[in-house]
């Protein structure tokens, strides 16, 4: 088991750019989440999926849109990115009927120059 | 929605101390609070949650208590190493919904 692969590690994109964020599991989780980690201020949850096809807004959604076409694929997609969306940003999932604890990815780390 | 807060945001200890972090949340329906460690440069890993039947979970030098009237929660370390520095984060969530609120994190720095 992978478990939850996440690509890029890093980017630098110029404002105006628009880029995705992959994000990939193989525990055939049904939950899957995108977070995005501030210093100092935690995890702001930003769009998660309840399963295929099921999509909803989090915390932080504006600027950010996603896609679940498959159980195993969450891509996060950045359209005009904004030095806001400097962040490093989390890909995470659980399965119903879990414990309900998130298996995160290693984390994309986004700059916006 | 939930708001989950957390105190305090840096606690720096000698090894061999204890250390404690508070959390507080609004939901009283809130039912499941894990904890996560996040080692600098890292993912998140949950090292010890509680269900809201119980009062009290351990796990070797790390124990989690839960005060339901209250809407407290707190993590204790005992006997700190330098290993456990790192960033911690509670979370509470309602049972079913599989969304979780995060606190804000504390920063752990024990020092050898």
């Known amino acids: 088991n992978a478990g939850v692969t996440q690509t890029p590690k890093f980017r630098i994109l110029k404002i105006g750019q628009s880029m995705t964020l992959q994000c990939t599991q193989d525990?055939?989780?049904?939950?899957m989440y995108w977070y995005r980690q501030d210093p100092g201020m935690g995890l702001k949850l930003i769009y998660y999926?309840?399963?295929?096809?099921?999509?909803d807004k989090g915390e932080v959604p504006n600027g950010y849109n996603v896609s679940r076409s498959t159980t195993e694929d969450f891509p996060l997609r950045l359209e005009l990115a904004a030095p806001s969306q400097t962040s490093v940003y989390f890909c995470?999932?659980?399965?119903?009927?879990?414990?309900?604890?998130?298996?995160f990815g290693e984390g994309s780390r986004l700059t916006v120059l | 929605g939930e708001n989950v807060e957390q105190h305090p945001s840096t606690l720096s200890v000698q090894e061999g101390d204890s250390a404690v972090i508070k959390c507080t949340y609004s939901?009283?329906?809130?039912?499941?609070f894990p904890w996560y460690k996040q080692e600098l440069g890292k993912r998140p890993q949950l090292i010890i949650d509680?269900?809201?039947?119980?009062g009290e979970k351990k796990d070797q030098r790390i124990a989690v208590t839960l005060n339901k009237t209250a809407k407290h929660f707190s993590l204790h370390i005992t006997e700190t190493q330098p290993e456990d520095s790192a960033v911690y984060f509670c979370?509470?969530?309602?049972?079913?919904?599989?969304?979780?609120?995060f606190g804000r994190g504390t920063s752990l720095i024990v020092h050898p």
């Open positions: 995470a999932s659980t399965g119903t009927g879990s414990t309900g604890e998130l298996f």
């Open positions: 525990m055939n989780h049904n939950y």
């Open positions: 999926s309840v399963g295929a096809g099921i999509t």
């Open positions: 939901d009283s329906a809130s039912n499941y």
């Open positions: 509680i269900r809201s039947n119980v």
């Open positions: 979370a509470a969530s309602k049972g079913g919904s599989y969304i979780p609120t």
